[in-house]
Each structure stands twice: as structure tokens, then as C-alpha cells.
């Protein structure tokens, strides 16, 4: 993985480290682990992504600004940013940690180095879709500063579950 390290090393050895194409193996291991534990999370499935190559691989770690969260030396987390956005707005998707990583401060240290890449791109705010009922979740994003704008949609990956949009507006 490349030196792009984030991270106070006293949050029991995490660090957060931004992927490049090389690092396809590890942004697989993560997005698969992440669908197997939480397939309601995402609007994609499992046996989609068991199918992709290598190729589509390397393209989906740089395809988006992907970051992996690293435990004592070990991928166990991810999110990722789309930019490009009218009005400088930024799409954060596949936020993950390894339940064992839970409560840790790892899913803080994503959402910081995602914002903070937002920030530096001109993004003036983020959005992302959160699963319906998915209170841990929610909470994350409430502590950072994310708000419910009203607007729900079906799952792409399960159309009888709904997602909440939320947006933090960046300073």
C-alpha cells in the first residue's frame, strides 16, 4: 500500500492508507469480507463482486478514492469517495469495518481522511445512502456532522429494504 498514511498510531495501531491499483488484492479481501458480514449495507452483492477479475479490480480501487483501514498491519476496513459532483458534492459509498475493528475509532479515522480528500478537491459536501435501521451506522455518521436531508430510496441490492440519505456540509 502506498505511504499516504493517516492516523493517530495510539488508536490501537490504526492507520488509514489511500489505495492505489496495486493494492487490488486488499480492497477485494475488505469489499468481500464487507459484503459476506453486512449484505443489506450495500446496493451491490457478493457473488456480483466473487466475479470480478483482477482488472476490474485494479479499475474499482481507482475508479473512486478508495481508503482502507489497516489494523496492526492488516486491511480491515474501507470507504470510498466519488467526486465529480454539480456543485462541488462528493458521494461517500462502502463505508466497512471488520466487526472486530468495531468501536475502536476506525470508522472515524475513514470518515476523516475521506472529508479531509473532499476538502482538498473542493468539495463543499458530502452525501451517502445508509441502509435503513442501520443504527450503528447512523450514529458514525451523526458524530461526524451528517444530517438526514428527507429523501429515501429502495436498495439497489434489495428493493424491500429502504436507504436514508445524509449530507455534511463541508467547511
Same mark, same amino acid.
Given at each position: 500500500?502506498?505511504?499516504?498514511?493517516?492516523?493517530?498510531?495510539?488508536?490501537?495501531?490504526?492507520?488509514?492508507?489511500?489505495?492505489?491499483?496495486?493494492?487490488?488484492?486488499? %480492497?477485494?479481501?475488505?469489499?468481500?469480507?464487507?459484503?459476506?458480514?453486512?449484505?443489506?449495507?450495500?446496493?451491490?452483492?457478493?457473488?456480483?463482486?466473487?466475479?470480478?477479475?483482477?482488472?476490474?479490480?485494479?479499475?474499482?480501487?481507482?475508479?473512486?478514492?478508495?481508503?482502507?483501514?489497516?489494523?496492526?498491519?492488516?486491511?480491515?476496513?474501507?470507504?470510498? %469517495?466519488?467526486?465529480? *459532483?454539480?456543485?462541488?458534492? *462528493?458521494?461517500? %459509498?462502502?463505508?466497512?469495518?471488520?466487526?472486530?475493528?468495531?468501536?475502536? *475509532?476506525?470508522?472515524?479515522?475513514?470518515?476523516?481522511? %475521506?472529508?479531509?480528500?473532499?476538502?482538498?478537491?473542493?468539495?463543499?459536501?458530502?452525501?451517502?445512502?445508509?441502509?435503513?435501521?442501520?443504527?450503528?451506522?447512523?450514529?458514525?455518521?451523526?458524530?461526524?456532522?451528517?444530517?438526514?436531508? *428527507?429523501?429515501?430510496?429502495?436498495?439497489?441490492?434489495?428493493?424491500?429494504?429502504?436507504?436514508?440519505?445524509?449530507?455534511?456540509?463541508?467547511?
Amino acid at each position: 500500500m502506498n505511504a499516504d498514511l493517516r492516523g493517530d498510531p495510539s488508536r490501537r495501531g490504526l492507520t488509514v492508507v489511500r489505495a492505489t491499483a496495486d493494492d487490488w488484492a486488499a %480492497v477485494r479481501s475488505v469489499r468481500l469480507a464487507a459484503l459476506a458480514e453486512s449484505p443489506s449495507a450495500f446496493g451491490s452483492s457478493l457473488s456480483r463482486e466473487q466475479a470480478y477479475d483482477e482488472d476490474r479490480w485494479r479499475d474499482w480501487a481507482t475508479s473512486a478514492t478508495v481508503f482502507l483501514l489497516t489494523a496492526e498491519g492488516e486491511p480491515s476496513g474501507i470507504a470510498a %469517495v466519488l467526486s465529480g *459532483g454539480p456543485g462541488g458534492v *462528493g458521494q461517500v %459509498v462502502s463505508v466497512w469495518v471488520q466487526p472486530a475493528w468495531r468501536g475502536h *475509532g476506525g470508522v472515524q479515522l475513514l470518515l476523516e481522511r %475521506v472529508e479531509d480528500w473532499a476538502r482538498e478537491q473542493g468539495a463543499r459536501r458530502l452525501e451517502l445512502w445508509l441502509t435503513r435501521g442501520n443504527l450503528p451506522a447512523r450514529r458514525a455518521y451523526e458524530r461526524r456532522g451528517y444530517a438526514d436531508t *428527507g429523501r429515501s430510496k429502495p436498495l439497489p441490492s434489495n428493493p424491500e429494504l429502504l436507504e436514508d440519505e445524509m449530507v455534511l456540509i463541508l467547511t
